[in-house]
Structures are given as C-alpha cells and as structure tokens.
C-alpha cells in the first residue's frame, strides 16, 4: 500500500493507493474524493462501549470506516480543519493522541481509550486521550505545523500546543507562572512534561484561534 | 496578462501584470494591493464591464447585494494582487472555447471573453453538509482563476471517480456526473460520515480542494461568541 | 556552506561542504539524515510547485514592476539568524509560522499575552504592565490589551517559542533608531530597547471606522509580527497602493494617506457583528517598505459568523 502526505503542514492530506486485500482504516468523513472501485465498510470504532466513550468524553466520531479494494484505487483522506498530518510506523510501541487528532490507521494497529486524568479535563484538553499501539502506521493530525521534540528534562508547553506523546513523558498541570502572572498573561494553565521521551506539538491552537476571532466579534 | 500564483497552497494570492487596456473581474473585497495606474469600476446586473456576460449574480452572492469590481489599467506593466476570502488554494485556468462547471464559492477572477452564468442547476439541489450549493457555468476563452478550501489537486477522470460534494471545485463539462450515497448500504452512507458524494464519468478533467468549510466552521463555532 | 533542516524535527542546520552525503544525528530529535548536496539557489518560483497544470501563458516577472517590489519568493523557507541580542528561528512558514526565540542568562523579551507556545524551566514568565503608567495608557487608547508579558531567562540560558492566534507567517525586523508602525494584532514580541505606544500623533484617524488600530514601534531593537495569511514584503520606490485590512506593518519612511476607492466596495449591508470598514485604501508613496497580508480578517468573521452559537435570550 503506497501512501503519501501531500500539502504539509498546511492542508495536509493523504494520498493512498491500495492494491487487492489493502484495507485502511478511517475517521468518518475523512474521504475526501476516491476512485469508484474502492470499497467502504462502516464499523464501530473500537467496540461499542469505548466507542460511545470516545463520543462523549473525547471528540472522536463513534464511527471508522475501512476502505479496501478488490483491484486497486486510489484514496485521499483528509482533516475537518486545516493542519499538518505525522504518520508514524508503530513497532509494537504506543503513542497517546490528544482527542482529534486521530486520522487513519492499517487494520493492524489498536486502537483504545486512556483515562488522560482530571487533570488534563481542566487544562481543557478532555478526560481521555486516545491510545495506539500495535505494528502498522498511524495518521495523525492537528491544527498547525507539526513537529517533534525529545524531552530529557522539563519542558513547558501551552496546552493547546500538544499533540502526542510517548507513555515515558510524565504530564502535569502547573501554571505558567505566579498566581498574579499566569491569570493576567493569558498563558493560564500550561503542561509540564518530562522526559525521557519524545512530544508531537503543534504550531497553532484551536484556543488560540478562537481567541483571536473573538477579539474582532463583539 | 502575466500571472503568479504565490504562497501556495493556502495563503494564496494571484499577482496579475496588465497592459494599458486590459481588464480583469473579480468579487469586490478580492483585491489586496495595487500599482496606481488602474480603472476601477464596480459591475452590475448583466454587464461584465468588459465584454462579459454576468448572469444570475444575485444568486451568486446568496442574495446579497453584492457586486464585482472590474479593472481596467490605464498604464503599461500595472499590477494587481488578489486572494480570496478563506485560506486556501487558487489555480489558473485557460478557457479555450469549452465550458467548466466551477462550485459558487471557487470562482476567483475571470478575464474579458468569459461569460459567467450562476443559474445553472445541473447538479439539482447537491447539499454541502445541510447548505446548498451553486455553480457558476464558465464558457467562452481567456484567463480564469478559481480558488478553494484547501489544496487544489486535479484528476483526470476516465472512467469513475467519486468525490464529496463539498471538495468539489470545478469541473470540465465533458463529463457526466450523478449524484447518490458513498457506500452501498444505508447504515454506512449517513453514519459513516460520508454523506452524499458525485460520481463522475467519462473523460475530463475535474478539480478537488483537500477540505471543506463547513467541516471546519463546525469546530470553531462552538468556542466563538455566540451571534 | 550547506544550509538545510532535520526531516524529523525540521531543526535547522548549516554546516561545511566537505560534510555533504555524510549520514549524520540530528541533535534535537535524535533522527538519522543525511546531509545534502550543496546547492545553487535557482531562480525557480518554489510556491508554483503543484500537481495542477501549468499553462503555456506562465510567465515568471523577474523584473522589477513600475512602483513596487512585491517579494513572495521563499515564503515557505525557515528564516533564522542572530539578532545582535539573541538567537531566532521562524518556523512553519508561511502558514502557522512559529518564533522561537533563544535567550542568554539574563536577557529578556516582551510578548503580546497568550502567544507563548512552550518554553524551558530556565524562563520565567511574569505579566504586567512595561515603562510605567504613561505607556499603559496609551496601549489602553490604541486598543492594545493593557498586559505585557516579561519573558526572562533568569535561571540559566532559555528558549522560548511564540505562536499568533491566527493562521499566518511571522517577520522579523531590526529597529535602527527609525519607527516602525505595526498592526495591532500582528504584534508578537520585541526585545529591550523597543518603545511600543498606541498612542501617537495621527493614530486616531488612519483606521477610524476600520476597527483597525496601528502601534508605533521606536527606539533601537528587536520586533517580530504576524500575519493572517502570507507575508509579501513591498519595496515601494514611487506609489503603491494597500486596501487597510491587508496592512501588516510599514517604515515610517513612508507617506501614507487613507482614502475610499470609489467603486471598490459599493453597495451591500454594513456588517454590524464585528467592527467592519467600507473600501479604505491606503495611498503609499516614497521610498519604504510595507509588509502585506494575504488574507483579510472581516472575510473570515463574516464566513464563520453562521457557524456561531445562538445568543441565549
């Protein structure tokens, strides 16, 4: 199955080309346009109970639906909003997603809800995170540019800025600075993370978007 | 006319070099910048302004009353910048006597020897996410720019292809197009997302945007103040 | 030199020639790449590559245009270099471009509230109000939030790094002892030895009615703006002219005169959700630059407005 990101990081989109027996997973409404010999099935992501979880505490649609082909086509799959798309080849390893950031996967690769704490409720970043382990590659996208970091120590980040991260990165809420300073500043609740391991963030917020709209509106 | 297309694809904007006398039409609110030596008028009802025929135009503009603004350089190597409302791609296209079909909001700037007609309803009443949609029948030869939501990518249809119908910017009318569900069973098409999509066949050349509007705006509404 | 960027972690890096084709370990990510070939920048209009037809009629203007010099070439690259204070980086161009910005033990910058996207535990943050009551008060006149956020690397060398709300590039310029005027909203971040101030002779009646408000930058230092959309840098050497919602910043150098270009925006109903402006233009002549935007706010407002909640009665 040959896939490719096209448009980074601006309206990245991905293109893929399945041959007989290739099947891609997908959040619903990710096609964007295909040939007509592509096949969809619908399912429930990840068995009914977690999928009804996934609807009311994350923001993933309680639906996927798998493409497969019995000759060949062509597939591009897409993002609601505009941003960047990572793929990653898991090998047996796990990768948190913050809730929206899940596109497609290879059948594969497992899917499952993690308990993301109060704390990350607050932070305004949802009660769970979305968890994927297994073999296989994962699409996974955000508002913004994306790009890594390997986290040794410490390292602050605006929550709205974190996309994925490893299981070794310890999270934690924490303010941005004094309790005058992170009210007044804007920055409010920020994570910590610290490493070993590696972070995805993302150069944009949706929070940061929405603020800036807001400041025109009356 | 010259043409460049910068800050592909999604702050896009067209720089356009004219020549004492030629013109361009585009949306009132399309130009950015300019060189001083221009004519600008604003079009109404049928008239192009330069040899364009306009039909439909209030449909065009939702009923607004809106109008086009048309540019006309009075002075050599004159140039004019434009970009479209949203955050996205835009294409030239090269009218040479055939016809395009290009979906209502892509429609940038169109040159003088392009008739523009909004009445057309070929594809009925296709629905964008609960929204109709409408298009805009382009004939006749020149320079036309369409814009989108999104990165614009062209295929090259020749036998089937399916598209939703929101990623639809613009397409040759050479080819035949039918409107209906994504998959064959109903759980599949109004659960799984994909709502309605167009199946295109024949041969021609047909054009897609990597996203949609209203996808986005119905994630960013939520978090703004309400109306 | 070979200039490029890590494919993992987009860090960027210039080293010599004699390490082209050497496989190498990027510092900041640990990934495997190797090291390209030097290469002659070639006067290829990089943001013209698409899948989309190109027409026989393409025609790149080399050539500089009657009054102005649009520059939209390198849009996309990662801008980087030493400010004479501190190290930057302008990432993700040109449209979610993000500032990053390295600081030496002790130095500080000053950045418009929420625009800090992460930075080290070396940094502290402090908000609060910069040069004394005078100052605040004119940002309140301007339009411009009373709160300015203290970036200091007091714990040791820090990294900060600065995202804008809106979608768009980020610029950075060096002032010389001249003035700058920028946008209120493209306003990110500057260094010590800047004078920002909202208020200043002419400030109320440019953008009246625009809702557009213009800060004045002086003194000697660092400034970093943004955009919504791309950056076109416009080298005006006669007359140019810039419809106001698409003015990012411009060197005072400038005369500058705001005018409505009859015909531009006739007819159709005031927009009364936001503060909107009807066709003002503004008439730059002279030598200067101006920066300009590619995308217009009040168009994105009147698109999201029907995707707003109802206002509950």
Redesign the interface.
Known sequence: METEI??K?????IRIKLGPGDRVIA??????????T?????MWSGGFLRAVLKRVFGSE???V?EFSTESEGEL?L???????IECLELKGNTLYLQPGAFLACEPTVRLGVGWAGLRMLIAREGLFRLKVSGTGRVWFGAY??I????IS??????SG?LVAYEPSINVRIGM???I????????GLVT?VTGPG?IY?????????????????? | MQYEILARPAASAARLTLQAGESITCEVGAMIAMSSGFNVETTTRNKGGGGGIVKGLKRMFAGENLFLNHFTATQPNQTLIIGPGLLGDIIHYPMRGGTLIVQGSSWLASATGIDIDATWQGLGKALFSGESMFWVKCSGAGDLFLNSFGAIYPVDVTGQYVVDTGHIVAFEDSLEFRIGKASKSLVGSFLGGEGLVCKFSGQGRLYCQSHNPPSFGKLLGPKLKPR | MIEFTCPSCQKHYRVNDELAGKTAKCKQCGGTFQVPMPVVPAEVDEYAVSSAPVAASVQASAAPIAAAVVDGRGTSAILSGNTGNFEYEISQRPDFALVTVKMQQGQKVFAEPSAMASMTPSVTLKAGFKGGLGRTIGRALGGESLIINTFTADQGPGEVTFAAGAPGDAAYYRLQGNTLYVQRGAFMLHSEGVDLTGKWQGAKGFFSGEGLVLLKASGTGDIFFNSYGAILQVDVTDQYIVDTGYIVAFEDTLQYRVTILPGLRAGGKLKSFFFGGEGLVCQFSGQGKVWVQTRHVHSFLSWVHPFRPASKN
Do not use: C
């Open positions: 096209r448009n990081p601006s309206f990245a989109n959040e619903a409404d990710a096609m964007a346009s295909m040939s007509s592509i096949d969809i099935k619908t649609s309680l639906f639906n591009i897409t993002q609601p909003f505009p941003g960047d913004g540019g790009f890594q970091r390997e120590d410490e390292y602050v980040v605006d800025h941005a600075g004094g005058f300073s992170s009210f007044f500043s804007g920055e910590k590696r963030m993302q150069s944009r917020s949706f929070g940061g978007l929405a603020a800036w709209t807001n400041s025109h509106l009356w």
